[in-house]
Structures are given as C-alpha cells and as structure tokens.
C-alpha cells in the first residue's frame, strides 16, 4: 500500500490547512500511519501518529494544535493543522513501517 501526501500551501500564521494522506488500498491493516515533517535545513521530525484502533499521539510543538483522523472508507488520513506558525513551515510526510518516504506536500506559514 502506498501513502500520497496532499493539502499544503501558502497560509498566514494563526490560519489552517487540512493535509490527506490518501493510500493505494485499505489502511484497515496497517497498525499505525504517522505524519512526519522536515523543515529546511532540519532533521525529519514526529508529528502525530493514529492507530488502526484510533489511538493518536502528538509531538509537543503541536499539541492542541493539530488532530490526526482516519477515514478508513476513504482510505485516508486526515492533519487538521490550526493556529499555524511560521515554525511550522515544513514538507510534510505521512508514512507507515516499512513504507518508502513519498514526496511530502509543502506547508508554508508566512508571518
């Protein structure tokens, strides 16, 4: 199963994006689908991750911020990101164990 990244762009701080991580088959298998994120010229960082049972963990920098969700119908997991800062400008990953690092999808937060 691949994952895709999508639903970046251009926001101002204190405004939302919601990124898809859609697959190419059924996520029901798959125990725990994470987003990651790389800002330039930064190490690749944890974001959040869910479990196939819904279970969600949240790196501090977003915490209250961000929620990850599972449509597992749609295949898809959802990063609603609020209340974004310049500092969470970054290419955006989303990626199980085992799985290849796809392209990502850029967020960009201007001040």
């Known amino acids: 199963v691949q994952l895709q990244a999508s639903g970046g762009g251009l926001v101002q701080a204190g405004g939302s994006l919601r990124l898809s991580c859609v697959a190419s088959?059924?996520?029901?298998?798959?125990?725990?689908i994470h987003w990651f994120r790389q800002a330039p010229g930064k190490q690749r960082e944890f974001v959040a991750f869910i479990t196939n049972v819904g279970s969600t963990n949240y790196a501090d920098s977003v915490k209250g911020r961000f929620a990850i969700s599972r449509d597992s119908a749609r295949n898809t997991v959802y990063l609603q990101a609020n209340s974004l800062k310049p500092e969470d400008t970054a290419i955006y990953f989303c990626k199980y164990s085992g799985a290849p690092w796809g392209q990502g999808t850029q967020v960009t937060v201007s001040s």
């Open positions: 088959g059924s996520i029901g298998s798959i125990a725990i």
